[in-house]
């Protein structure tokens, strides 16, 4: 239990460097002062929507290893194996 717990840890602190560079390379400065232009559109807009992109599988993933419920003070395992979600009701049913 200690070593899944101590996984987990290391692999949850892997997140925050992570996030730290994902913050970091948002704004394009390798791409300040240049003029280029790819299919129509500036190349520090295609910067960008590739970084929305990667940003976006790495928030999926990052929410898919459980570490957002563990951040959040929950507990992901325990509720996929209770059959509850973690709303706290049966089945799901959330009306």
Known sequence: MLLLYMTRLRSDLLW???????????VPWPLWGVDR????????????????GLCTALFALF???G??????????????????DPSGSVGGDRR
């Open 16 to 26: 925050v460097p992570t996030f730290a560079i994902l913050v970091a390379f948002a």
């Open 37 to 52: 232009v790819v299919a129509g559109l500036p190349v520090w807009i295609w910067w960008h929507v590739a970084w929305l």
């Open 63 to 65: 929410v898919r290893s």
């Open 67 to 84: 570490a957002w419920e563990r951040g959040m003070g929950q507990r992901p395992d325990a509720d996929a194996s209770s059959g509850r």
